[in-house]
Each structure stands twice: as C-alpha cells, then as structure tokens.
Nanobody, 123 residues
Framework: QVQLVESGGGLVQAGGSLRLSCAAS????????MGWFRQAPGKDREFVSAISNSGATTLYADSVKGRFAISRANAKNTVYLQMSSLKPEDTAVYYC????????????????WGQGTQVTVSS
C-alpha cells in the first residue's frame, strides 16, 4: 500500500501560481503511476493530470494544458503539480492518487488517494 499526503494549497489571485506536493509513504513509490484530480463544490471529481512511474510520460486535461505541469521525484517519494496562470474556475480541492496502471482519467480507476488540499483562486 501507499499513503499520500497533499500540501501546498492556498488562496491566490487570478493569474498567480501555486505548487502542490504529494508525499508518499509506504513501499515502492516508483512502481506507481500518479494522478492529480480536483473537485469543486457540487461537482464530480475531475481528472487534471497524470504521470507515469518513471516520469517519462505525462497527460493533461484540456482545461489545464499549457498552464499546469506535473513532475515527480522518485528519490523523494513526491509528485508535484505546478499551477500557473490560475483562474477562478481552478478553485477546488486537489487530490493526488496512485495506481499501478497509467493513463486513467476516471477517479474510480485509482486505488489510493490523499486527503486533498484546497486551492482557491480569487478574481
């Protein structure tokens, strides 16, 4: 199993930047493909980005492409989400997730989840 803890959320003005981190504990972090999801009030949890276990392959939702960047440091058991040019519609609780399969864009496909970190973008 793997345990995930997100951090780095906060309040930022539109156009600003934030970097989210997701620290993993447990066994074999480098075996897991990682994903970021977000959930706004009253909405379903939606896919944001994913990265393969080696970091060589990434995937982005169209809504964040060109503004967000996912990366990972396997030596630190951490995955990151660099968010730039933030918009009010990016406001949500952001979750990281882990799975043994890559490229899943549906939340139901991931086995392990963190508790989430709130990101609020003011206009």
């Amino acid at each position: 199993q793997v345990q995930l803890v997100e951090s780095g959320g906060g309040l930022v003005q539109a156009g600003g930047s934030l970097r989210l981190s997701c620290a993993a504990s447990g066994r074999s972090f480098s075996s897991y493909h990682m994903g970021w999801f977000r959930q706004a009030p009253g909405k379903d949890r939606e896919f944001v980005s994913a990265i393969s276990n080696s970091g060589a392959t990434t995937l982005y939702a169209d809504s964040v492409k060109g503004r967000f960047a996912i990366s990972r440091a396997n030596a630190k058991n951490t995955v990151y989400l660099q968010m730039s040019s933030l918009k009010p519609e990016d406001t949500a609780v952001y979750y990281c997730a882990a799975d043994f399969s890559f490229g899943k864009v549906r939340a139901e496909g991931y086995d392990y989840w963190g508790q989430g970190t709130q990101v609020t973008v003011s206009s």
